[in-house]
């Protein structure tokens, strides 16, 4: 079973701090996914890694895949209120090729 | 509208009732999932389809059924709700590789009583 561990579990910042958020695993994965749910919607795409050692910009947020492909970090630089969500890391891989959720971090900004 | 429609958005029910949550999709996408997503827990994998005639199991599927009806249709039953199937319930699709990102539906919060 590949598991999926993104810490802190909660974050609560002020408008305008930056943030890491992690993603780590001991398996490999093919790619690997960010999400953000906003409440009662259901999680939307931010991005997709594929090469270990990729970082991907959006915005003022940037995504890194390891070197080994076991783990992701998304930073977020001068936080907004509207970053407030639940971001959702998911790994991509294994036999039946399906997505593996980690649990999420629910980050809130405050004003 | 959007690319993924789940119906009902709310639903409160009977211990014991049977109840079925429909999903449908514009995307022309083959796969499509059912997760539950319960606090502290994350979004877990109770059946994926990856067309009309693959059926499987997730992590989670005791107590669940789902049907195929189309590429676009994709429904979840339980067949006698019980309280601890109390949940958010979300429907998503990919394409054939998977490996691109899911599009998921608003979800269903279902109660059972």
């Known amino acids: 079973t590949q598991l999926l561990e993104q810490s802190p579990q909660f974050l609560s910042i002020q408008e305008g701090e930056n943030l890491t958020v992690y993603c780590n695993s001991s398996?490999?994965?093919?790619?690997l996914q960010w999400y953000r749910q906003e409440p009662g919607e259901g999680p939307v795409l931010l991005v997709t890694?594929?090469?270990?050692?990729e970082v991907k910009k959006l915005k003022r947020l940037t995504f890194q895949f390891g070197d080994a492909r076991k783990d992701s970090s998304l930073h977020i630089t001068a936080a907004q209120t509207g970053d407030t969500g639940l971001y959702l890391c998911?790994?991509?891989?294994?036999?039946?090729?399906?997505?593996?959720f980690g649990k999420g971090t629910l980050l809130t900004v405050n004003p | 509208d959007a690319d993924v429609t789940q119906t009902p958005r709310n639903r409160i029910t009977k211990t014991g009732k049977r109840i079925m949550l429909e999903c449908s999709q514009t995307?022309?996408?083959?796969?499509m999932y059912w997760y539950r997503q319960d606090p502290g827990l994350g979004l877990r994998l109770i059946y994926y389809?990856?067309?009309?005639?693959?059926?499987n199991k997730g992590e989670i599927s005791d107590g669940y059924s789902v049907s195929r009806q189309a590429q676009a249709k994709f429904s979840l039953s339980l067949e006698s709700a019980i309280p601890n199937q109390t949940a958010l319930y979300f429907c998503?699709?990919?394409?054939?590789?998977?490996?691109?990102?899911?599009?998921f539906g608003s979800g269903t919060r279902l109660t059972v009583v």
């Open positions: 998503a699709t990919s394409d054939s590789t998977g490996s691109y990102g899911y599009t």
């Open positions: 398996s490999v994965f093919s790619s």
């Open positions: 890694v594929v090469t270990g050692g």
């Open positions: 998911a790994g991509f891989g294994g036999s039946n090729y399906k997505l593996t």
């Open positions: 995307k022309g996408h083959d796969r």
């Open positions: 389809s990856f067309d009309v005639k693959d059926i």
